[in-house]
């Protein structure tokens, strides 16, 4: 993963969070993950009914010309795909989320920022404004997830425009970007009915956390 972002593009994000956090008594974390699950059992599953669709074709097809194949040739040809595949999806774990869903990537992803926004205490500060700033990069998934103080003023819409800019910039490979354009647009939301406090206290680290 280091090298999808650079130790000066990491450093360049933990100065935004600091510099967001003297606008704002809110809480900012963000996370990086490079996937949200290996997805090979979902591949596999999705690679056997395929294989099986296609053998069925294959004996419909043979009978139709006039011919028979041997349930053996076909199971073993099955069998030997399917190894393969396991196997690939094991050297190379990327390609099993191609066979994977996107609504079900989606709800992975989503369940992973979930559970970084509880891991790390990010519900835990003093006045329930936390802030998750989440990227799975596999996924091509972003997710702003806030406590409960500040969706009790601010509600979940104003994310999801933040959301799409991240998803954008994650597509097009400006990962730093995806961070670092958010940060100071999320601090704007947060300033007005979250304003700095006097006290000068950081619940939560500002470096990125790459998982």
Known sequence: MSE????????????????????????????LAERSDDYRHVAAFHLALWIFAAAFTLALWAQWQGFAL?????????????????VLFNLFPSLAILLTPHRLQRERAHRN??????????DHTSGRSGVLVFVSLEERFA???VD??????LGREPWFEVVEVMVEHCRE?????????????????LEDSFPPGSAEVNELDDKLVII
Do not use: C, N
Request: hydrophobic fraction near 55%.
């Open 70 to 86: 041997p349930a053996v040739t076909l199971s073993a040809g099955g069998i030997a795909a399917f190894l393969s595949g396991y």
């Open 143 to 145: 997710e702003v997830v």
């Open 173 to 189: 490979g400006r990962l730093a970007e995806a961070y670092l354009d958010a940060i100071p647009v999320i601090a704007g939301l």
């Open 4 to 31: 999808r972002i650079s130790k000066a593009e990491r450093e360049a994000i933990r100065a935004a969070i600091e510099a967001a956090e003297t606008r704002t008594s809110a809480e900012i974390f963000a996370v």
């Open 113 to 122: 920022a979930t559970h970084q926004f509880l891991a790390h205490g990010v």
């Open 148 to 153: 409960s103080a500040i969706e009790a003023k």
